[in-house]
């Protein structure tokens, strides 16, 4: 929660102290979703410093929340993802991950998520004629 707190606010320092943190702890000392969203919010710094290697570090990270952590929070990683989707122009993929994260919003009645995933759709480019 901490870590995506410094992603809203875009405290890249922050979230780097955080992570930080929590790779002082030796393996096996931390919990499958905390190493699952500790991936998450490695992929959303590798974003923010436009890496190369962040589109596959979002594809590890929605791996690791699929196979470790809630629908909850695999949705929200999947809503990261697609904004990162979004802003290197890859609208198909965008779309996918932003309906699967809406499926999931709608099964928990989660409106929070259904208002995320609206920001991130009216924030594509759109095609003019």
Do not use: N, V, W
């Amino acid at each position: 929660m901490a870590a995506r707190a410094a992603f809203e606010l875009q405290d890249d320092s922050a979230a780097r102290d955080l992570l930080a943190l929590l790779d002082s702890y030796p393996p096996g000392h931390i919990a499958p979703m905390l190493r699952a969203e500790r991936d998450l919010a490695r992929a959303r710094l590798a974003a923010s410093d436009a890496g190369q290697g962040a589109s596959a570090a979002f594809a590890a990270a929605i791996l690791g929340l699929r196979e470790e952590s809630t629908p909850y929070h695999l949705a929200y990683g999947l809503l990261d993802h697609a904004g990162h989707l979004t802003g290197q122009g890859d609208a198909e993929a965008a779309a996918l991950a932003i309906d699967e994260a809406r499926t999931i919003a709608r099964r928990l009645r989660c409106q929070p998520l259904l208002d995320r995933a609206d920001e991130i759709e009216e924030a594509k480019p759109r095609i003019r004629a």
